[in-house]
């Protein structure tokens, strides 16, 4: 059986990470993780729950009441969200969310009770994971790391019609300005802010379609794949 690796994609807000690292693992067969969607599930609990985040103790104390899982919709074909049993896919994308999740992921006890949870969803390999800190907290021995890139106008636009597929409402202006915080905030932080790790493939996509895009992401597997023997 061919040998099975960990991709770990990073990289700053809409440049195309969930679309790669989902397409990549429907090709490979691999289990795709969006991270995001878990730092926005805790973001939607404290929320719904009335959770005042910046209390150490209630937030600690809210955490051991959430359970994250993630399930395959056969109608869409796409994977969906669960907090608590409940599909909150379309929940977690609402702007409200957005600005809200990046002081939500700063806090130090949020990310080490998920980065535990994702570094066991990479305990049997073949799993593509993206995020902030994948290939520098979460799996920094994964066999292949890529940081995604792309100009900022075209992220903007992309995530704008991207919200407005799904019915959220949000104007181009509101999705910059989230952008913009968001990639500040993302990194700036004081734990595990958003870098290229030091052997990840930088991959500038601002002019390469989605094809072109997946096909660039499966040479450098089947390149690592053979190199690993
Ligand atoms: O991938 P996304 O844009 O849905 O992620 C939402 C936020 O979650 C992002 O602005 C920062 C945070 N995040 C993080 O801190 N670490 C990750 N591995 C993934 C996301």
Partial sequence: ????????????????????????ANKLGY???????????????????GIDYRN????????????????????????????????????IRSMKISDEVSPVSAIKEVREFLVAQQQQMGNHKGLTMDGRDIGTVV???????????????IRAERRFIELHKKGIDAT?????????????EDSHRITSP?????????LDNTNLNEAQQLEFALNLVREKIAELG
């Fill in 194 to 202: 958003l870098y290229k790790a030091g052997d990840a493939i930088e």
């Fill in 139 to 153: 799996f920094p021995g994964a066999e292949l790391k890529i940081f995604l890139t792309s100009n900022e106008s």
């Fill in 1 to 24: 059986m061919e040998r099975k690796i960990i991709v770990a994609i990073d990289g700053h807000a809409s440049c195309g990470k969930s679309t790669l690292a989902r397409q990549l």
């Fill in 56 to 91: 150490k103790g209630q937030m600690i104390s809210a955490l051991k009441n959430i359970n994250i899982s993630f399930q395959y919709n056969e109608k869409t074909e796409m994977p969906e969200t669960l907090l608590n049993g409940k599909v909150v896919e379309k929940e």
């Fill in 172 to 184: 181009l202006e509101e999705v910059i300005h989230n952008l913009e915080s968001r990639d500040y």
């Fill in 31 to 49: 289990t795709y993780v969006d991270s995001g969607a878990m730092y926005r599930a805790v973001t939607l609990y404290f929320l719904e729950n």
